[in-house]
């Protein structure tokens, strides 16, 4: 690794286990050219009506009182707002080095909320998050006479991948 900002002394780690524990990202990868690909913090902060909330913040004061254990932040979509911040207490999703998995408590929020954004309109049958490359995509799944514009008209609102699946 280097930079304009690096001290010259600096010794990057090479594998990619070594720099999520040193830098605490959850990595993608490297390239064959020995580029690193992040995964995990692309996306921490919460993007409320054009502010900017750091999960940290609200973690650090939810942990201040002795019964909490453990404390995830994320944003839930919103359609006013873009993202409001929800949380989850004690038992988080880990990643494979015991760091907070906030991709799945993301995936979870956002199917949470489109399953109570689609309970009216008929013919939706499930509402799944599924994670691709770092991000949340809902997978709409719907029966064969199911109000396509109307699913549309609702997700339309949301600013978040999504898909329409048929029953099948």
Same mark, same amino acid.
């Given at each position: 690794m280097t930079g304009n900002l690096l001290w010259p002394e600096y010794s990057a780690p090479t594998d990619i286990a070594a720099i999520e524990a040193v830098h605490g990202h959850v990595l993608d990868g490297l390239d064959p050219d020995g580029f690193v690909h992040l995964a995990g913090r692309a996306k921490d902060l919460i993007i409320r009506?054009?502010?900017n909330i750091d999960p940290a913040l609200?973690?650090?004061?939810?942990?201040?009182?002795?019964?909490?254990?453990?404390?995830?932040a994320v944003g839930r979509p919103d359609v006013h707002s873009g993202e409001v911040p929800v949380t989850v207490l004690d038992a988080l999703p880990l990643t494979d080095l015991g760091k907070p998995y906030k991709v799945a408590l @993301?995936?979870?929020?956002? @199917?949470r909320e489109l399953i109570e954004a689609l309970a009216g309109v008929?013919?939706?049958?499930?509402?799944?998050?599924e994670i691709d490359e770092g991000s949340v995509i809902a997978a709409v799944r719907t029966s064969d006479d199911a109000d396509e514009p109307a699913s549309?008209?609702?997700l339309g609102r949301y600013a978040i991948g999504w898909r329409l699946a048929g029953a099948s």
């Open positions: 009506g054009g502010h609200v973690e650090d004061a939810l942990l201040a009182h002795p019964a909490v254990t453990a404390a995830g @993301r995936a979870d929020a956002t @199917r008929p013919g939706v049958l499930d509402v799944e998050a549309k008209a609702v």
